[in-house]
Every structure is written in C-alpha cells, then in structure tokens.
C-alpha cells in the first residue's frame, strides 16, 4: 500500500506532467489532442541519398525490437531464416528470429497456423542454447498473441534473469500484467522499461498503460509520438491505428475515421484499421462503405471479433440471415484459433451472451475471470450474468469493470452501457439513468446494436424524481 502510494507520487510528479504540457500547447494551438497527431506525422520524403534497407533487415530490425512489420517484409525474412535453419540447424538465434517472425505473421494475419510453427523453432532454439534471451522474448509474444498471459508473463521473467538489461522484455511483460488484472505491476514495469529505452515503440506501449489508467489525453500524445517518430510506413500505420482506437473510443468518429484512412493509406496490409473504419463508417451512418470494409478486413485477416462486430451490423440492419453466416464464421475461426492454442474464451463468451447460450457464456467466462481477471473479462462476466439472470452477481462484476478503484480505469461506452442496464433491471433507476447516460456521452454512437436500446431505456425511466434524491442528500447540514 504504502509503495502504490509513493509510485503515484512519482507518477503524478514526473510522466505525467510533461505529456499534459504537450496536450495543453496543443490545445492552445487550436488542435485536438487526437486530430493533432496528423500534423505531427513526418509526411515529407526521407533524404532520397540514404539507401533503404533490404527488405529481411527492415522485417529483421522490426521483429526484434518488437514494432509492426510490413507482410511483404515479413515474407522476405521468413524465406530467408528457413533457408538458414536448413543449412545451419544448430544456429540458435536464426531459430529465435524464425520464431519472432511467425509470431509476427500470425498476429498480423491472425492466421493461427503460424503460432505451433513458432514454437517449435523457438524451442528449437532454447534447446540449441538454453539462457537465450532473444528466444525467451520469442516466446513470451508468442503466449502474449494466444492470450496466454500467465504464460507470457513467465517467459518475459526468464527473458530478464538472462539479461536483466533487455528493454524488448519489458514490452512483452507490460501485456501480460495487462492481462491479467494487473494494472499498477504494468506502470512499474513501464517505468523501468522507460529507464532503459526510449523510442517510439516505447512510447506506443505507455500510451496503452495510460489508456488502462484512465488517462487519455497522455495516451494520445504519447501515441503522437511514437508515430511522429516511426521509421517505417508499416511502423507509422500501427501508431495511426492505435490513435484512431483512442479516437474510437472518445466518440470523435472524424478523427478516428482520419487516422484508419491514413494507416491504410501507409499500409494496405493494415486490416485492423480497416475494420476500424467499418466500425466508424456505420456509427456514420455510411452503412455500405462500412460493410465493404468489414468484408474487405475479413477476408484478409479473419478475426472472429471482426465476424461479430459485422455480424451485429447486419443485425441492426434487420439482416438476420447475414448475421447468422458471420457468427457461423465466428465459430469456424474461433475453433481454428484454439487448435493453434490461441484463448477465444473471451470473444466465444461475448458472443454467446448476446447470440447464443447465455448459461454458456457464463461458464466460459468465470473459467477465464480464475485464469486471467482483467477489466474486459469483468465486464465480459458480469454482462453474461445479466443475460442468465443472475442479476445481482452480475452487478459486482459490472462495477469491478468499471469503478477505478477496482481497477476499472478505462472509459469505455460499452461497459458503462452494461452497469446501466443492470441497474436498470435492479429497480436502480437514478444509477441506471446517470450510467446510461454516461456510456452515450463518451461515446454517443459506440453500438449500432445497444445504443438504440441504451436510449429506448432512458426513455423508458423517464426524468429523474425526487425518489431518485439519496436519502443523505435530504439531510439539514449541521452547523
């Protein structure tokens, strides 16, 4: 308690001070803190006398620092480790950066064959050179991509004890904290990491950690940034599309929409913030432009949340057929996923509360709440309790995604929408209006699915009455 009490100290007292300056100068600029990060991005050419790196050594230098890397690049540094395993089977870091390399293109295809190849040339590896640092690291993102973070959080520990002075660990070790509930363990790790390192993939990992806390504007500019800082278009657009995340979430859907648009533009392969313009298109209201996306994205990177988020588009739509093929895919992915050892519990549990077997949901759920209790998975549980009834129950999950000192930091129109409407089924009419309210505020068009529910529930519970008033507010004040 007493050393929490002390990091927030330092926390309010050095990292924060000088990123809310830079978000203050920019809003005195006129700019928002998100719409600003275009400006901020380096458009102009690079000096034409500086030769480009091939393409292996710049998919090389990504891998290993842990940054996004281009897929054709990718494809280059793949073809070229293979062949060198083949002719030097005992070279154990050419083994560690095949692995780092599938690892890669499994999360930028979400192609879940790639993840059992990784393994294997990443044990292959360790057992080519047992304390290997870069292998150790390999296979941390490897648990971290197959959301196995207890796991990742072992591996990046290991990557540390064999080299305590390895900043690329800290990067993997701050997502499985992440993961696993454990936000105030992740600032820590942060501030090590930022002792260490600085760099724009740095700055892109405390942006998330700020995100986590509840500090917006200090992700954005941190996000800002790591992009204005990228040295590759593919690096550039990972930033881009994280800025457009946080614009998402804030409901500034122009912005948001900007930053997908420029990401794609950088780098066709970025199919995350494709969906994320289908995902802005349709809170648009530009419905086709947000279905052509969508199918665009999948197709090219068949995520199961991308199956659902079309899936309830084409609902709203009053599609049901179409839907039903989406989630049918959800499923097929899902299963895919799991042969390749990725966790789907926590989509499978989101999709089966709303669009199958609520009881379901709530088994997988409290599994996944014992193995890796962070603030999606509280709300991800307390939501599939509502919808089997246990009302009550479901309430103390709600809040443990939402209230900050449980850790609920993060300001998220969609878990505010769940308390709302729980408390509404509570007979808890004041809170479940404020609640209500508060999720359409953050982000007045976050569902093409609940917000129509959201406002047809406060319509229903009408204005506030004085019964609403707590009875200590009714009080004479002493004197």
């Known amino acids: 308690m007493e050393n929490d009490a002390v990091q927030n100290e330092q926390d309010a007292s050095h ?32 000096d034409s006398r500086t030769a480009a790196p091939a393409p292996g050594a710049q998919a090389l230098t990504a891998v290993t620092t842990g940054v996004t890397a281009a897929l054709p690049d990718l494809a280059v540094l793949i073809d070229e480790r293979e062949r060198r395993v083949r002719a030097h089977p005992g070279d154990a870091e050419s083994w560690a950066v095949l692995g780092a390399a599938y690892v890669e293109q ?37 648990a971290n991509a197959r959301r196995d973070f207890g796991a990742a959080r072992r591996w990046s520990e290991a990557a540390l004890k064999a080299d305590r002075k390895r900043w690329t660990a800290y990067p993997q070790l701050i997502d499985a904290h992440s993961g696993l509930g454990r936000y105030q363990a992740a600032k820590r790790e942060l501030d090590r990491l930022l002792d260490l390192h600085k760099g724009p993939a740095v700055l892109a990992r405390a942006a998330w950690v700020y995100r986590d806390r509840g500090w917006r504007e200090d992700a954005a500019a941190a996000l800002s940034d790591a992009a204005a800082g990228a040295r590759t278009p593919a690096e550039r657009a990972a930033y881009l599309e994280g800025g457009g995340q946080l614009a998402w979430e804030r409901g500034d859907l122009e912005v948001a929409l900007r930053h997908f648009q420029e990401a794609v533009r950088l780098d066709p392969d970025q199919r995350a913030a494709l969906a994320g313009q289908g995902r802005t298109l349709a809170a648009l209201g530009r419905t086709t432009e947000a279905l052509n996306a969508y199918r665009v994205a999948f197709a090219k990177r068949p995520d199961p949340e991308y199956a659902l988020e079309l899936g309830e588009l084409y609902e709203s739509l009053g599609l049901g057929q179409a839907a039903r093929v989406q989630y049918d895919l959800l499923r097929e992915r899902a299963a895919r996923g799991a ?11 989101r999709f089966e509360a709303d669009h199958g077997d609520a009881k379901s949901a709530v088994r997988r ?75 359409l505020r953050i982000n007045p068009r976050f569902s093409p699915t609940r917000v129509p529910l959201a406002e047809a529930a406060l319509e229903e519970l009408g204005q506030p009455s004085v019964e609403d008033v707590p009875d200590w507010a009714a009080e004479p004040r002493r004197k």
């Open 365 to 439: 759920l409290r599994a996944e709440w014992r193995r890796q209790p962070g603030t999606a998975v509280a709300d991800a549980l307390g939501w599939a309790l509502h919808r089997a009834g246990a009302d009550k129950e479901a309430l103390t999950f709600a809040r443990k995604a939402t209230d900050r000192a449980k850790g609920g930091a993060v300001r998220s129109a969609l878990y505010v929408y769940h308390l709302g409407m729980i408390e509404r089924e509570l007979k808890m009419p004041g809170a479940a209006r404020r609640h209500l309210q508060e999720a």
């Open 106 to 142: 499994g999360r930028r295809t979400a192609e879940p064959a790639y993840y059992p190849k990784a393994e294997r040339a990443l044990r292959t590896s360790l057992k080519a050179r047992a304390k290997n640092a870069g292998a150790l690291d390999g296979m941390a993102a490897l």
């Open 339 to 349: 042969a390749g050892g990725v966790d789907q519990e926590l989509v499978l549990g």
């Open 15 to 46: 990292g924060r001070p000088r990123i809310r300056r830079r978000v203050l100068l920019a809003a005195v600029a006129g700019c928002a803190v998100l719409g600003g990060m275009l400006a901020l991005l380096p458009w102009g050419p690079r």
